[in-house]
Each structure stands twice: as structure tokens, then as C-alpha cells.
């Protein structure tokens, strides 16, 4: 690592940091504006708003029906969350363990769902999903969240389970373990740290993931972001402060488990998918 | 021969240092380098060895000090600005580029042109042994033959000084031995100023005229292989050099340079360090190839095991106080027996002071 | 008889193990039904159901895209949005990326970067709606500095849609592009300053060459998440407008006329659009040096 000192040199790294602080003083702007105007009796072009009042939450929850909403949300999540651990884990296993013929198609079958976004598959998962009457019900939500996570997991599962010597497992199974001993005993306890942290990314990205949800949700199968998104998209039926209100609580929501997540992983997971580079 | 050293008579490093935080990697280093000598940098890892040549190739900034070539000082300028020719423990090649465009990268940022460059970088790769090769990118190369288009690559720029930071670490057993004959041919060959950071004393031993031994940050010894493998001048020097056992006692008589030491359960002789007087407590410092069974006066000690290494034995084993020791023998002793070692006195030191 | 024919001819069991097929491989035989099934097979309905219109010929969906400048527009739309601002984020990204990469501790800026990832467009959305309004802070400021006379208007237009692909799309480009930067061996960079290049020459004979792999798959990357932009073209643009991307048109056709076919067609053009760029990206990538980024063994 060279740093310079020269003049221009300084002056230039001046202005890539200004360019930094100005990101970030906007992105925080637009937070705090969200937090401030949920806590606003009234705000109307001033600075600051005339006062302070905690009323627009209670005005939500009731409004928005925020408790099903909530629960819904937790449902989904969670059943997401374990559903693509079931799948996903096993796959990775076999993934990183054996070298069979078409792997690398099975890899680029499972690199694609990441690859393309999720609006433009989710309109025919969409149209499939209303065929076969699923589309409208939580299942048919879940099921549609699951297509991207699942190789979510895979993927961030393969790496970490390569980098696991595979003579430990010989050397249990040269010492006794039957092939249940083998996982409880040895395979869980050096896996669970990644698991949870795929796990962690998949509900992070699950509760944020808009576009799938939307696409496949009735009227009581509403995630708190599509929640979110139709009170935005009504705006003027409701007050601004309560739908900040709700915006919050969703921040607050994904913000903690981002929190527990990024216990234990590294930021730039949450966008590693994009490391895997297509099959080459 | 076209590739050449370039002209100055000496490289001062003036009480050189190196801070990272509160951490003094690099102590007030003062070394002065004369032109044509082959220096090793000779020390464990953490010693600051890496730090003075980082600090010498303008990689790294210094905190205090002076670099001077001749009467120029050189410490300010910028990596790119002083010219040196650097090999890299892993090599550092530019996997994007061919071996030619490799070596002849030093001479295209200097708008060298490009017929010279041509002719220049055939003759590099001629001098490395690369004929044939200069078409094939890095990763197409076994680890030897990276290693030549690394050293290719420092060469040919014609620097007045090559730094090589432990370039054969990374290269297996025989392949080291091979190139380590490279380095030194290709140094007589040019006229070039090299140093050479390792920590493989026998390394720095067969290929270095000076050997600078560093520790904690700060040169301990300089001399000539023949003189620091005979007489170190401190006892971490000695260790480093091989004198692998350590004896303190009580120093009972020194006769013309010899040192009797009187220790645990008997006594041993060696070369008197400067320093030392009568009565004093002092430690033994030998290589195991000095120790021998032998009469009734020495070291007794208790043969854990013995190995056979062709023409003589080596033993393993501990003195009363639990010490280890090992020692040479002309033939097996058994496990469990014990015997007491003398030291070949013109080859054992004793250093005053104990707990060294 | 049947030990002894074991003995000469090693079992299917065995055959099959020595080509890596055996109970651990079948592990993943779930998830590629499960892939083949929600993923390959809706897109293949899909495609086959956008060469069944309601009316028409087999074309029919196609040739109404196409000769519909309210439909055929929203590609023109989408491009307009996205292409600009996968370029400016790459610009942006490929500089800082070079600055943070001297950082000890970048794991503050990555954390404060990854957030408006994590909350995705909608609550990105509902905050420019707040910040950017005429009566927002941002506009308050720019008054105040005196740097404008009165409020820029930049929600429910074109750049309501910019920024808030910029503020969501520029950590997602920059921690790509930061984590193929420090997949550069710094070793490089100090070689070549020892054999005489200067700053500029250092990111251009060595740099460039080795980041542009990694640069042509964060544009598709980024390119593709632009392009597939939905609420917040909604929310904070012109959606009957100048911010009517493609996917507004494929939801109507599927949530508002209840076209499941036309529907089709359109995400299949927008898939096919996508596609055509990160053919002709890669196409370009594969002229390119592709390899390992060290320098050398160990």
C-alpha cells in the first residue's frame, strides 16, 4: 500500500471523501426524516416540526392492522428460513464433497435465480403460481421466497463447507461414528456457525424481499414491506406521520436483524451472491 | 555483457527507524553498504528485517533517520523515483502480462525504447535461463521458473542496488539449493549491489559476504559468514548461528582465552567472551557438534535417545537440572545411561552473565 | 455364483461411486427439483404462454408490444434510467473503492453502506418522498445556502427514480467493486512502483487490466438490478410517464387487465433486453485477461 502525499494526491483523496459524507449525510437525512415525521404532531415548512407526539404509532398499528401483519410477516419468514436450510444445506453438502457429471450445469441452474432479478421471474412464478390456485395464500408466498434463497444458501454454503477438511469426517468414521454420530457429533457442530449466518442473511433478505411477495400475495398473506408499499402507494388516504410510523417500525424490524446478523458475518455478504461469478 | 550495475560507491542507512504506533519495528539501524557486496538480513520472523527493506525500497515510509546513496539522500523518494530492482517472496509478476512484458516493464515506465527493450529483455531472460519462455504468462510457469523471471525483472532495469526479500521460501528443498547457486552467479556475473532478507542462516551463511543479524528491531552483529559462524558476539546470535545448548555456572579459572566454567555435577571449557572475569556466574553456549562424552570432569547428563545420522550419532538428552542438551557421539549410548559431556574448548563460548 | 461374479466386476454401486454418484450426491437432487420446478419451469410456462394470447396469432402479444409505443416506450424508459446510473455508479464506486481499500477499519463504512440495501426501495422510497419533497430537508438546505431561489423538483419525476437507484444501487456496486479490488495482491501494485511507475501508470498497466473482469460482472450485476426497477418508479416517479419502466407494464397486463399471456411476453422482453446486455458485456469480458489475481505461488 502506497499512500501519496503530494498535493494533488491529498486533494483527490479530499474529494473521493467528500463524495463519501455526502452519501451518507443524505442517506441519513432521508432516515431521520422518516423518524422525525413519525414523531411529528405537525410539520409543515419549518425545520423542525411545531411538537412531539408518539400517537401515530398507536394510529398505525390499528390503521395498517399491523399485528396480523406482523404475524404474517414472522410466519413467512421464518418458514422461509427453515424450509431453505432444509433444502439448501443437504445440496450444499453434495455440492462441495463430490465432483459428478453436470455439476456445473446444476451450479449455473442454481447461480441463475440470483443472477436475474426477481421482478422478471416473478411474473411468471406469479402467473403459475395463481394457475395452480397457490398465489393469494401464505404457501404460495413462501414458496415463491424460496426460489431465490434456497440457492442463496447453497451458495453461501459451498465455500464454507469446502474449507472443512474432509479428513475430519474420515477420521471420525475411522474411529466409530455411524453416519447419524457423524452429523450429530461432528458435521452439525462445525457447520452451525455457517448455517446460521446463511440463515441470518436469508431472513434479513426475506423480510426486505418486496417484489416476490407482492407479486404472489392476497389480501392476508401481506408481508409488512408490501403493507408498507400499498400505504405509500395510497398516500393521501392516511396521514403522512402514520405511514412513517409503519415505515420506522419496518426499519426498526429489519434494522435488528441486520444487527444480529452482522454479529456474524461480514458486511459484503449480504451481497455476495454477486461473488460467485457465472460458470466460467 | 550489456547489463550492467549502476555507478555509487556506498549505501548509508543513518540510524534508520520505523514506528507502527507505538511498536518500533525498525531501531536506529546504521549500516553502510559498499558497492559490488552481497548483504544478508539475517533474523527471525518479527525482527524488522522486512521493515528495513520495505523501508529501503520506499514501500514503506520511515519515521526516523536517513537513507543516503553517496551524498544523496534517498529516503524521501518515492518507490518508483530510486530506482531499485525488487524480488518479491511470492513474486509479485503481473499474471496479465507475458514473461517478456514482465521484464521489460521496468524499462517501458522509463519510455525506454522499445528496440532496447527487446534487446535488453532477451538478454535478461538469456541471463535467467528462460530462452523459449518469454511468450507464456506467469501461471504457465513452475515455481522455479517464476522465481527466474522475478530476479529477470530486478535485473534489467540495471539497479544500482536488488533487494530480494526471502525469495526462496516459497520454493521446495532442491529447487532452493539450485537457485540459491542462480542468486549468487547472477550477483558475481553482474557486479551487483544485493541485499537479501532470510531468515535461513544457512542461507545467509553460503550466499552472503556480510551477514547483518537483527533482532527486536535492531542489527546485533555484522561480519563476514566465517567470522559470526566462529565467534557471535552476543548469545541470541549464538543461538541463532547453531549453538543450540546453553550451560550456566561459575566461571573458576581462564587460562589464555579458555574459560572454566564450573557447573551443575562437574565443569566445562570455552573461548572467553570479552568481559568476562574470574567468579563470575556466566553461560556456555555450544553447538551440539562440540559436545562429546567424554571423561570423568564433565556435564553429566541422561541419554533420553539417539539417532544415527550416517558417520556419528546424535544424542538427546537432560543434565540433573532438567536442561535439554544435545551432543555427538562416535557410537550408541543407551537410553537411560548417563554420561558426562565435555565441550571442544576452542569452539564453545562463554558469554558473562546468566539468564540471557 | 454372485460373490464370485463381484469379485471380477466391480458393482453398479461402485461404478456409479467412482463417477461421484452416491447418497451424498443425491442430496442435491431436492433443490434442483425444486430450481426446475418454481424457476426453469415457470419460465418455460411462461415463454410458451406468451405465444398463446388472449386474440390473435401466435404473435399477436409480441406484435402489439411492438407496435404499441406505450409499451415498446418502456424499454427506451428503462435504459434511460438504468444505464446512466449503472455508469454513474460504477464511477463513483471504482475511485472510492480505491480509497477505502488503504482503510484499516472499513468495516464501519460497509456496515453503514449495507443499510439501505438491507431496507430495500420501498422504505428508500417513502424517505425521498419526505427528504427531497419541495418541503424537505434537502430542499430547505439548498435555500438556505441561497444555492437555489426556489424548491428543485425532484420527486414523482425522472430524478426521483435516479436517486433512489443511485442510493440503493451505489453500496451494492461499490462492495462488489471493493471486494475485486482487494482480490488484487497488493504485492503487484509495490512491484511495479519498485520497477518505476508512477501512480497513474500503476492503475493503468496494472490495475485496470486486472479489474476489469470483475468491473464488466458488477455492471451486469448492477445493470440488471436497475433495470428490473419496480416500487420505487411507482413511489417517488412518474409512473403514467417519464418513469413507466417495463415492469410497470408487465404488472398491468397481469394485475390490471389480467393478461397472464401479454404479461409474459413483456417479462420475456425484459428478460431478453437483460440479457442482450450482459451477452454483449461478457462477449466483451472475454477479450479480456482472466485469472487469478496474485502474483505468483503461496
Not at chain 1, 443524505?26 to 409543515?44: D, E, H, M, Y
Not at chain 2, 563470575?280 to 535417545?305: I, K, N, W
Request: charged share 15%; glycine share 10%; proline share 5%.
Amino acid at each position: 500500500m502506497i499512500r501519496g502525499k503530494s498535493l494533488s494526491e491529498r486533494l483527490w483523496a479530499a474529494a473521493v471523501w467528500s463524495l463519501i459524507g455526502f452519501f451518507i449525510l443524505n442517506l441519513f437525512g432521508l432516515i431521520a426524516t422518516v423518524v422525525t415525521s413519525s414523531f411529528a404532531t405537525r410539520w409543515l415548512g419549518t425545520w423542525l416540526p411545531a411538537g412531539w407526539t408518539t400517537r401515530w404509532y398507536t394510529a398505525a398499528w390499528t390503521e395498517f392492522q399491523l399485528d396480523d401483519v406482523m404475524v404474517v410477516t414472522f410466519q413467512i419468514v421464518f418458514l422461509v428460513v427453515a424450509l431453505s436450510g432444509l433444502i439448501g444445506v443437504p445440496a450444499a453438502y453434495a455440492m462441495a464433497r463430490r465432483d459428478f457429471p453436470g455439476k456445473r450445469l446444476v451450479m449455473l441452474l442454481f447461480l441463475l435465480p440470483l443472477l436475474v432479478p426477481p421482478i422478471t421471474f416473478g411474473i411468471p412464478l406469479a402467473t403459475v403460481l395463481y394457475r395452480t390456485g397457490l398465489a393469494g395464500s401464505m404457501s404460495g408466498v413462501v414458496i415463491a421466497n424460496l426460489v431465490p434463497t434456497v440457492p442463496f444458501v447453497i451458495l453461501v454454503m459451498i465455500p464454507f463447507i469446502e474449507q472443512v477438511d474432509p479428513r475430519i469426517e474420515a477420521a471420525a468414521r475411522v474411529f466409530g461414528a455411524g453416519t447419524f454420530q457423524l452429523f450429530r457429533h461432528v458435521l452439525l457442530p462445525i457447520l452451525a456457525p455457517g448455517v446460521l449466518a446463511a440463515l441470518l442473511l436469508v431472513l434479513v433478505r426475506t423480510i426486505a424481499m418486496f417484489e416476490l411477495t407482492f407479486l404472489t400475495a392476497g389480501p392476508t398473506s401481506q408481508t409488512l414491506v408490501v403493507a408498507l408499499y400499498y400505504a405509500v402507494f395510497a398516500a393521501g388516504v392516511r396521514s403522512v406521520q402514520s405511514i412513517d410510523a409503519m415505515a420506522v417500525i419496518y426499519m426498526v424490524t429489519t434494522l435488528v436483524w441486520l444487527v444480529i446478523a452482522l454479529r456474524f458475518v461480514n458486511p459484503t455478504q449480504i451481497v455476495a451472491r454477486a461473488k460467485q461469478q457465472p460458470a466460467e | 555483457m550489456a547489463i550492467h550495475a549502476a555507478d555509487f560507491n556506498e549505501l548509508r542507512l543513518d540510524r534508520l527507524s520505523r514506528a507502527f504506533g507505538a511498536v518500533q519495528a525498525l531501531k536506529d539501524v546504521t549500516l553502510t553498504i559498499r558497492r559490488g557486496e552481497f548483504i544478508a538480513l539475517l533474523g527471525p520472523s518479527g525482527c524488522g528485517k522486512s521493515t528495513a527493506l520495505n523501508c529501503l525500497a520506499g514501500l514503506l515510509p520511515s519515521t526516523g533517520g536517513g537513507i543516503w546513496l553517496d551524498e544523496r539522500r534517498i529516503d524521501t523518494l518515492r518507490p518508483e523515483r530510486r530506482g531499485f530492482g525488487m524480488v518479491f517472496q511470492n513474486y509479485a509478476l503481473f499474471p496479465h502480462m507475458t514473461v517478456a512484458k514482465n521484464v521489460g516493464f521496468g524499462l517501458a515506465m522509463r519510455g525506454t525504447p522499445r528496440a532496447e527493450i527487446a534487446r535488453r529483455v532477451e538478454e535478461a531472460i538469456g541471463l535467467v535461463q528462460l530462452n523459449g519462455q518469454e511468450h507464456k504468462l506467469p501461471g504457465q510457469l513452475s515455481g522455479g521458473q517464476q522465481q527466474r523471471v522475478a530476479i529477470a525483472r530486478a535485473i534489467v532495469i540495471e539497479p544500482p542496488l536488488v533487494l530480494m526479500d526471502e525469495p526462496l521460501s516459497n520454493l521446495d528443498a532442491k529447487l532452493r539449493l539450485e537457485m540459491r547457486a542462480e542468486i549468487r552467479r547472477i550477483h558475481n556475473t553482474l557486479g551487483s549491489t544485493t541485499i537479501y532478507v532470510t531468515h535461513d542462516q544457512e542461507e545467509a551463511l553460503s550466499l552472503a559476504d556480510r551477514i547483518v543479524v537483527m533482532r527486536a528491531g535492531a542489527v546485533r552483529q555484522v561480519g563476514a559468514p566465517a567470522e559470526l559462524y566462529a565467534a557471535p558476539g552476543t548469545i541470541d546470535v549464538a543461538e541463532f548461528m547453531g549453538f543450540r545448548n546453553r550451560v550456566e555456572g561459575t566461571v573458576t579459572a581462564i587460562e589464555s582465552g579458555v574459560a572454566t566454567l564450573s557447573v551443575d555435577g562437574g565443569s566445562l571449557k570455552g573461548k572467553a567472551t570479552p568481559g568476562l572475569k574470574l567468579t563470575d556466574r556466566a553461560t556456555l553456549s555450544a553447538r551440539p557438534e562440540d559436545m562429546h562424552p567424554g571423561d570423568g570432569a564433565g556435564l553429566p547428563v541422561t541419554v533420553d535417545s539417539m539417532e544415527f545420522r550416517g558417520r556419528e550419532f546424535v544424542g538427546y538428552a537432560r543434565t540433573a537440572a532438567g536442561a535439554a542438551m544435545s551432543f555427538q557421539a562416535g557410537s550408541p549410548v543407551a537410553t537411560g545411561e548417563v554420561v558426562r559431556l565435555v565441550t571442544d574448548a576452542s569452539r564453545a563460548l562463554v558469554f558473562p552473565g546468566v539468564g540471557l | 455364483m454372485r460373490a464370485l461374479a463381484a469379485d471380477h466386476a466391480p458393482g453398479l454401486r461402485v461404478r456409479l461411486a467412482a463417477h461421484g454418484l452416491d447418497g451424498v450426491t443425491l442430496l442435491v437432487v431436492p433443490a434442483a427439483l425444486f430450481v426446475l420446478g418454481l424457476f426453469i419451469y415457470p419460465f418455460a410456462y411462461g415463454f410458451w404462454l406468451s405465444f398463446n394470447p388472449k386474440a390473435g396469432g401466435v404473435l399477436a402479444n409480441y406484435g402489439r408490444f411492438f407496435s404499441d409505443a406505450y409499451l415498446y416506450g418502456t424499454i427506451a424508459t428503462t435504459l434511460w434510467l438504468a444505464l446512466p446510473v449503472t455508469l454513474l455508479n460504477l464511477a463513483l464506486a471504482v475511485p472510492i473503492a480505491f480509497r477505502v481499500r488503504l482503510m484499516r477499519r472499513q468495516r464501519l463504512l460497509t456496515t453503514i453502506l449495507v443499510i439501505p440495501i438491507t431496507l430495500g426501495t420501498v422504505l428508500v422510497a417513502e424517505g425521498l418522498l419526505n427528504y427531497l419533497g419541495p418541503q424537505g430537508w434537502f430542499n430547505r438546505t439548498l435555500l438556505w445556502l441561497g444555492l437555489v431561489s426556489s424548491p428543485v423538483r425532484l420527486i414523482n419525476n425522472y430524478w426521483g427514480v435516479f436517486l433512489s437507484l443511485l442510493i440503493t444501487g451505489f453500496p451494492f456496486t461499490f462492495l462488489l467493486t471493493l471486494s475485486y479490488l482487494t482480490g488484487i495482491d497488493p504485492a503487484l501494485e509495490n512491484a511495479a512502483a519498485t520497477l518505476g511507475a508512477k501512480p497513474a501508470q500503476r492503475f493503468r498497466h496494472i490495475f485496470l487490466p486486472l479489474l476489469l473482469p470483475g468491473l464488466a460482472i458488477t455492471f451486469c450485476l448492477s445493470f440488471v438490478q436497475a433495470f428490473s426497477v419496480f416500487p420505487s418508479a411507482v413511489l417517488v416517479g412518474a409512473p403514467a410517464g417519464p418513469t413507466r419502466v417495463i415492469s410497470i407494464a408487465a404488472y398491468q397486463a397481469a394485475f390490471e387487465e389480467y393478461d397472464y399471456s401479454m404479461a409474459s411476453a413483456v417479462a420475456i422482453v425484459m428478460g431478453l433486453v437483460q440479457l442482450g446486455i450482459v451477452a454483449a458485456v461478457l462477449g466483451a469480458r472475454g477479450l479480456l485477461y482472466r485469472g487469478p489475481a496474485g502474483g505468483g505461488k503461496g
